[in-house]
C-alpha cells in the first residue's frame, strides 16, 4: 500500500514537471517570435538607449554640461557615454550667450539672449542623424532654458522614429 502512494506520487510530480517544461517551451518560443528586431532602414533613425558622446560645444564654454543636465531634466532614453569609441552618436555644436545691455535693462526685461545649435552623428554611418536650433529671447534662465529646448526636440525626433518604425 505505501509503495503505491510512493508510485502515484512520484508518476504525479513526473507529470506536472513534464507539462511546466513544455507549457515553458511554448512561452520562450512566443517570445522569440515576439522579438523580431525590425532593422530601420532611415539613416537617421535613432533608437532609444542609444549610447552617445557629447563633445564641446563651441562657442560657450560648459555648455555640454547644461546639454547632458537637459536630457536627464528631459527624460531622454540616451546613455551619455564619457569615451567616444563607445559612443553610437555624437553630439557637436556651437552655442553662444548675450547679457542684456544698459537699453535692454532700462526698456525692456533686463533678460538675457540666448542660442545654440547641435548636430547628432552616427559616428557609425558618418550621417548626421538630427539637427536643431533654438534661440530664446529674454530667457529667464538663459543657457540652461536653451538646452532643454534641445534636449525635448531630440527626445521628439527620438519619439517620431519609434512610432514610424512600429507602424
Known amino acids: 500500500m505505501r509503495v503505491s502512494k510512493v508510485l502515484l506520487l512520484l508518476l504525479s510530480l513526473l507529470f506536472i514537471t513534464s ?3 513544455e507549457r515553458v ?13 525590425m532593422r530601420p532602414t532611415d539613416p537617421t533613425y535613432i533608437p532609444l538607449g ?5 563633445a564641446d560645444i563651441n562657442g560657450l564654454p560648459g555648455f555640454e554640461n547644461n546639454l547632458v543636465a ?3 531634466k528631459k527624460q531622454v532614453n540616451l546613455i551619455v557615454v564619457a569615451d567616444r569609441s563607445q559612443a553610437d552618436f555624437e553630439i557637436n555644436g556651437y552655442a553662444q550667450s548675450e547679457k542684456a545691455g544698459w537699453a535692454k535693462i532700462i526698456f525692456g526685461s533686463g533678460r538675457p539672449e540666448s542660442e545654440a545649435s547641435i548636430q547628432m552623428v552616427n559616428l557609425r554611418t558618418a550621417v548626421v542623424a538630427f539637427a536643431v536650433a533654438s534661440y530664446k529671447v529674454d530667457s529667464y534662465n538663459g543657457n540652461k532654458s536653451t538646452a532643454e529646448h534641445l534636449a525635448k526636440n531630440v527626445r521628439q525626433k527620438m519619439e517620431r522614429d519609434e512610432k514610424r518604425l512600429h507602424k
Open 25 to 37: 517551451r511554448i512561452i520562450a518560443a512566443s517570445i522569440s517570435d515576439n522579438q523580431k528586431v
Open 50 to 54: 542609444s549610447r552617445v558622446y557629447v
Open 19 to 21: 507539462q511546466a517544461q
Open 70 to 72: 537637459a536630457f536627464q
